[in-house]
């Protein structure tokens, strides 16, 4: 029981022939390298930053535009008072 020849993989690769047929093989192989390519392509992508909309740090939180909404808020309500 010793190890795997090289003997061993080529009597595999001769079966796999005579079951799949050279055209089904090379066909799986040209699937195999298009998908290789596309998550190459994929991965390329994912690693370019994407802008945002705005920049704005999650934790800042901007006091000016709560108070104005605030102001205006409250300026409504003594109108219509």
Known sequence: MGGV?????IVVGVIV???FGRGK???LMGDVAKGIKSFK?????DDEPTPSATNVDPKVIDHTQASNAAA??????????
């Not at 392509?41 to 992508?45: I, L, P, T, V």
């Open 72 to 81: 205006q808020a409250q300026a409504k309500t003594e109108h219509k008072a």
């Open 41 to 45: 392509k994929g991965m390329a992508e």
């Open 25 to 27: 093989v090379s066909e």
């Open 5 to 9: 020849s090289i003997w061993h993989w």
């Open 17 to 19: 022939m005579l079951l």
